[in-house]
């Protein structure tokens, strides 16, 4: 089992910035990927942003890419994903993913007001 615990959405101003944070703990594996996944209402989840512990090149949605980092900190099995220059669309509930084992946080809102 690996847990995971996400931190720092809320709500911002259309143009402002968050960084979401998420922790995993638990039976970590050698080699796993840590990304964010959105989902809105109705919608299916869509990723966000992914990398890996050992193929640290990360991936990105085109919604997202310019305005978003994620970084890692593998010591501490935490993944950090910047966010610039919100719009109103990036409003969503943000769900850290742990990969092989598929594992979810619970969501974190972000709202952007325009």
């Avoid at 143009?15 to 964010?36: E, K, P």
């Avoid at 209402?41 to 997202?64: H, Q």
């Avoid at 919100?86 to 969501?107: E, I, N, Q, S, V």
Wanted: charged content about 15%; some cysteine.
């Amino acid at each position: 089992q690996v847990q995971l615990v996400e931190s720092g959405g809320g709500l911002v101003e259309a143009g402002g910035s968050l960084r979401l944070s998420c922790t995993a703990s638990g039976s970590i594996s050698t080699v796993n990927n840590m990304g964010w996944y959105r989902q809105v209402p109705g919608k299916l989840r869509e990723l966000v942003a992914a990398i890996g512990n050992v193929s640290t090149t990360p991936t990105y949605a085109a919604a997202v890419k310019g305005r978003c980092t994620i970084s890692r900190d593998t010591s501490r099995n935490t993944v950090h994903l910047q966010l610039d220059k919100l719009k109103p669309g990036d409003t969503a509930m943000y769900y850290c993913h742990y990969y092989p084992d598929d594992f979810w946080g619970r969501g974190t809102q972000v709202t952007v007001s325009s």
